[in-house]
């Protein structure tokens, strides 16, 4: 018995063998590297000299890094609610019992599918500023309210400094179409049971939403949330597509863009990996900070 | 059971198949008995194709070395890349602004003693262009397509208009501008503008030159605030006052891709546009009916003395570090930098040329009808490319940013350079630091 047993250890050690080679040479070992690159001098091309918290200090009085960390920031915050509330929304109104319900489910998540790059061209002609669609039908609409003088007149979206983020924060609600299946998968979670005793009691739809909808799919708002943070904090291809250098004037350059932009442009891997061990600490804290704020009010069946 | 096994077999078998095979359609195998030299390159479609037809030639040249050209896309960071995993092509196509910044990390061999045996030297080269590979009393690159740049205008906007020549000054320029722009009368919108200081965007690090100034000292000391920087940018927010800085991003904000037909100047939104030898050719392909011109950039009135002048442009030709076959690679940069690989690479570019002398064929057959301006123009003694310094890149990052918030209306000319200022000389400093610190300089 015994040695079947360790028999079949060897095995499964050796089944995960390719994943645990890979593991360590691609991600274990690059992550460790990391933290001793991040107080060195280094340029990937010649071997790294020691320069302690030199990297640390000089990235605390650097202004890019800490505009970078701004209009990071500014994106978590706005774009992270926004996205959660209009999921939930979605996901709601999915999970009606309607006809066509699996076409409007497939047409809702279709745009998750869009590659990135692809996403950016597109959305590259829907914010142009005089024939995209956006304008132009920011343009019809000011036509049929026209008698009451009103005139709409799109933003250039994409080279003011006031809209380029706001922009983006729009782009993003586009793709949450992967939250939103949680949601989905979540909501079939809700027991009937309750919805039917509050039915009983008279409850109104948004009372029901309210006491009996939100606080059972607590757990899932909150996994879906870290996640968008975690990936907020991380924006980085659409921009780098859409706004080169974070034009105009940077209102667009975010963290991950000036921490590639340092490593592979400038040439200094060693300032990279203390941003990248900053921003590490930032989503981790974050990350904490998230389960402690929501210790009381999420609801777990099981606990 | 029995059946399991055979499908088991045969799904192995697939897979391998699949994998022998699709390395067969990747790998290419040179010639038996000749050295296989990897030519890493940036350029795809025509431009792609005229290096080709330059390796097909030095291929077909001789028997003892086989190139293989490789087109790939974010070219210097995976020189980079490959150069720090030791595994490097042979000849890597960077860009001109590049070498500092290689040749300061050791990523690029020194090619002096390669020239000195081939007999390759200053005297065959356009100064402007040979100076872009000649870095820290050593050559690092050898040129392959260059450019110049020049003010290119739509012959036919100009004649609506009442202008009979291209101006000759900014302050030319200037009128011509009061007369070229158009507003939509019911929106206030602009239609049409003569000349837009931020298109293409590709020279906003040049404007201080055209107006007489410099970057740095060549040395120690960043120069970006300099009065004449500082003259340079208040023209270009002078734009952004008389037309309006909301009224100029929305209409620049419904710009098409630079190579399509809804490029601004090839559908007739801006009448006058700097640019490079290269826009000939999307001319003829998005608007091969459009009547154009071009001319030496305009010069400040009370500097006669900046007239006919240019920025030089280059690709380059390098050896990286770690290069397998660095001898049979120069061997292929040799046949590059003679009259006949000039001559085929610079007229399938439909470009000029980097040398001196080329026959008279090169100007007989280029498709460029303005070719002798473009050729003519890097020749002259204030010819400018980009500061040869590891810092570039951030140093272009800084002026992009400070171009924008002078256009936007955000600072004046003053402050954003003086941030610039402020912000480059300490990296400047700490740059030379570090390359004392490695023993690069003294």
Redesign the interface.
């Known amino acids: 018995m015994k040695a079947r047993r360790s028999k079949e250890s060897i095995a499964g050690v050796l089944f995960a063998l390719p994943w645990l080679i890979g593991f360590t040479v691609f991600m274990l070992y690059p992550v460790c590297a990391s933290i001793y690159y991040s107080f060195c001098e280094y340029s990937v091309l010649k071997p790294p000299i020691y320069v302690g918290f030199e990297n640390y200090v000089d990235l605390f009085h650097d202004d890019i890094f800490r505009k970078s960390l701004w209009n990071t920031f500014f994106y978590v915050i706005i774009s992270v609610p926004l996205s959660t509330i209009i999921t939930i929304g979605l996901a709601l109104l999915l999970n009606a019992k309607i006809r066509g319900q699996a076409f409007y489910r497939t047409f809702f998540y279709l745009p998750s599918l869009v590659p990135q790059t692809a996403l950016a061209c597109l959305w590259l002609w829907v914010f142009n500023s005089e024939h995209g669609l956006l304008n132009m039908g920011l343009e019809k609409l000011s036509g049929h309210f026209w008698i009451f003088h009103w005139h709409i007149s799109g933003p250039p979206w994409l080279s003011d400094t006031t809209w380029s983020k706001p922009a983006l924060i729009f782009m993003a609600l586009w793709t949450g179409g992967n939250a939103m299946v949680i949601y989905l998968a979540g909501l079939q979670d809700v027991p009937v049971e309750l919805l039917e005793a509050s039915d009983l009691d008279g409850a109104s739809p948004s009372a029901k939403l309210r006491h009996v909808t939100i606080p059972m799919i607590s757990p899932v708002i909150l996994f879906n949330v870290i996640m968008a943070m975690i990936g907020a904090f991380q924006i980085f291809a659409v921009p780098y597509i859409m706004f080169p250098n974070g034009q105009p004037a940077q209102s667009t350059y975010f963290y991950v863009m000036y921490l590639f932009d340092t490593a592979i442009v400038y040439h200094k891997m060693g300032y990279a990996c203390a941003m990248g061990w900053i921003m590490f600490i930032l989503i981790f804290v974050m990350t904490l900070l998230s389960l402690k704020v929501s210790e009381k009010r999420v609801y777990y069946s099981g606990g | 059971m029995h059946l399991g096994a055979v499908k088991t077999v045969a799904g192995i078998a697939v897979i391998l198949g699949s994998v022998i095979w699709s390395e067969r359609i990747v790998i290419h195998n040179p010639p038996p008995g000749r050295v296989h030299v990897v030519y890493w390159e940036k350029w795809t479609d025509f431009e792609a194709d005229a290096m080709r037809d330059v390796v097909d030639a030095f291929n077909a040249s001789q028997d003892k070395i086989y190139v293989d050209y490789l087109s790939i896309s974010g070219i210097e960071?995976k020189t980079?890349?490959a150069?720090?995993g030791g595994d490097p092509p042979d000849v890597a196509g960077l860009y001109g602004q590049n070498v500092a910044?290689y040749a300061d990390?050791?990523?690029i061999l020194v090619l002096d003693d390669f020239c000195k045996q081939k007999g390759i030297s200053a005297d065959r080269y356009i100064p402007a262009f040979f100076k872009i590979g000649y870095y820290r009393n050593h050559i690092y690159s050898l040129p392959s397509a260059p450019a110049s740049v020049a003010l290119h205008y739509n012959k036919d906007m100009l004649a609506a208009a009442g202008i009979a020549e291209p101006p000759k000054t900014y302050e030319e320029l200037d009128e011509d501008c009061d007369k070229l722009i158009k507003r939509d009368p019911r929106?206030n919108?602009i239609i049409q503008q003569g000349f837009m200081p931020a298109e293409p965007g590709w020279w906003n690090f040049a404007w201080g030159y055209w107006f007489g100034g410099k970057l740095w000292n060549g040395k120690d000391k960043i120069t970006a605030n300099s009065p004449e920087n500082i003259r340079a940018f208040e023209w270009i927010q002078s734009f952004s006052k008389k037309y309006g800085t909301?009224e100029m991003?929305?209409?620049?904000?419904?710009f098409g891709a630079f190579n399509s037909p809804q490029n601004a100047f090839l559908d007739g939104q801006v009448a006058m546009e700097q640019q490079g030898v290269w826009m000939s050719n999307f001319i003829s392909k998005h608007a091969p009916h459009l009547k154009w011109g071009a001319v030496p950039m305009p010069y400040p009135k009370d500097r006669p003395d900046l007239a006919n002048l240019t920025v030089a442009d280059e690709d380059v030709l390098v050896i990286p570090?770690g290069a397998k076959h660095p001898k049979e690679a120069f061997e292929f940069i040799n046949f590059v930098e003679s009259q006949k690989g000039m001559t085929i690479l610079c007229l399938g570019q439909r470009k000029n040329s980097p040398l001196k002398e080329m026959p008279p064929e090169f100007y007989s057959k280029h498709p460029n009808p303005f070719i002798k301006l473009f050729s003519d123009l890097p020749k002259g003694p204030k010819t400018f490319s980009t500061p040869q310094m590891?810092?570039w890149?951030?140093y272009m990052?800084a002026l992009?940013?400070a171009f924008?918030?002078v256009n936007?209306m955000?600072k004046t000319p003053k402050e954003a350079l003086d941030d610039v200022q402020a912000?480059m000389q300490p990296k400047l400093d700490e740059s030379l630091e570090?390359l004392r610190?490695?023993g690069v300089i003294k």
């Open positions: 960071n980079l890349m150069v720090s910044q990390d050791d990523a929106t919108h909301s991003q929305s209409f620049r904000g419904g570090r590891g810092i890149p951030e990052a992009s940013t924008d918030e936007l955000q912000r570090r610190r490695r």
